[in-house]
């Protein structure tokens, strides 16, 4: 099999689009997180801090000199992705555990027996009698 028959057997298949369509709901959701943290959580919790704004917070490693910018170690912004992230992987978490609680309620559901197997239990029956 050729390695470009490979590819498309591989792009054919329901999961690829699946993935696809993960990524660009997932890009979005991560856009609508960003914002919830830093429009909406952090400044009250900059302000419980006493006014603090995260997004601006670094230190200066080197100041600026004639063209060559500054050195700047923004940790504000680290710890607006860490809440960012936070979310994020908390959400996922409610998602999985939730898609997992409705896959056990379709496990324990029982089946009824097909007809086929109502005949083989009649069977196994008569042969044990």
Do not use: C
Not at 37 to 49: F, Q, R, S
Not at 53 to 79: C, E, H, N, Q, W
């Amino acid at each position: 099999m050729s390695l470009l028959q490979e590819f498309k057997e591989f792009a054919m298949k329901g999961n690829v689009a699946d993935m696809a369509i993960g990524i660009i709901i997932g890009a979005a959701f991560g856009k609508i997180v960003t914002s919830v943290v830093n429009d909406v959580i952090m400044p009250p919790l900059g302000l419980l801090i006493g006014g603090v704004d995260f997004s601006d917070k670094a230190i200066v490693l080197r100041a600026a000199i004639d063209k060559t910018p500054a050195v700047v170690l923004k940790y504000g912004a680290f710890i607006n992705t860490i809440v960012d992230f936070t979310i994020v992987a908390f959400a996922i978490f409610l998602v999985i555990k939730g898609m997992n609680a409705l896959r056990k309620k379709q496990e324990t559901a029982p089946t009824a027996p097909t007809t086929s197997e109502k005949l083989l239990t009649e069977i196994r029956d008569l042969l044990k009698k």
